[in-house]
T-cell receptor
Framework: DTAVSQTPKYLVTQMGNDKSIKCEQN?????MYWYKQDSKKFLKIMFS???????INETVPNRFSPKSPDKAHLNLHINSLELGDSAVYFC?????????????FGNGTRLTVT | GENVEQHPSTLSVQEGDSAVIKCTYS??????FPWYKQELGKRPQLIID?????GEKKDQRIAVTLNKTAKHFSLHITETQPEDSAVYFC???????????FGTGTSLTVIP
């Protein structure tokens, strides 16, 4: 079973559309994240979220919004897509318990905006 | 917030040689340092991590060293193989804080 799964794997859409990417983790982690990886391979944090707190990277446009129906899911909704939104989006999860634990990444969603 | 710098951005080595990637961090409260390997078209995967209560950790051909005083940590890969070719990321985090701060990545190429 995949620990962190996200769908779809590929998403091609036109400018101005609204789209969502879904993420689920079965690791029992308390925190989930969305990262954006651009063409230069930089991993940029967009959001981190647990059931008490949402931390938003201030550089993320408000067209992006995380939605969490429960602590095992953190979906990403994007409004009014722009060409610059094309990138690979990774969902990840971790736990704050113990003396540090790693991020577990999903397989990524390659978003192409035309 | 934390600032993690990673060098070099690209690294080419001959098969069998060693590779070293270095990272520095700015927040002295950071205490957990994972390293990730990302192969082309795939997700980043944890290869080794180190916590601030140790100075070195080794797992077969991979080792990580940490110098808390200087605030830098390094990844060492010995006897490199072509399958080690990938992008490597360092990261820093703090206990009980949900943020991971990543370096900018090192593209490692192992030449057969």
């Amino acid at each position: 079973d995949t620990a962190v799964s996200q769908t779809p794997k590929y998403l091609v859409t036109q400018m101005g559309n609204d789209k969502s990417i879904k993420c689920e983790q079965n690791l029992g982690h308390d925190t989930m994240y969305w990262y954006k990886q651009d063409s230069k391979k930089f991993l940029k944090i967009m959001f981190s979220y647990n059931n008490k707190e949402l931390i938003i990277n201030e550089t993320v446009p408000n067209r992006f919004s995380p939605k969490s129906p429960d602590k095992a899911h953190l979906n990403l909704h994007i409004n009014s897509l722009e060409l610059g939104d094309s990138a690979v989006y990774f969902c990840a999860s971790s736990t704050r318990q113990g003396e540090g634990s790693p991020l577990h990444f999903g397989n990524g969603t390659r978003l192409t905006v035309t | 917030g934390e600032n993690v710098e990673q060098h070099p951005s690209t690294l080419s080595v001959q098969e069998g040689d060693s590779a070293v990637i270095k990272c520095t961090y700015s927040d002295s409260a950071s205490n957990y340092f994972p390293w990730y390997k990302q192969e082309l078209g795939k997700r980043p995967q944890l290869i080794i991590d180190i916590r601030s209560n140790v100075g070195e950790k080794k797992d077969q051909r991979i080792a990580v060293t940490l110098n808390k005083t200087a605030k830098h940590f390094s990844l060492h890969i010995t006897e490199t193989q072509p399958e080690d070719s990938a992008v490597y990321f360092c990261a820093a985090s703090k206990r009980l804080v949900v943020q991971f701060y990543f370096g900018t990545g090192t593209s490692l190429t192992v030449i057969p």
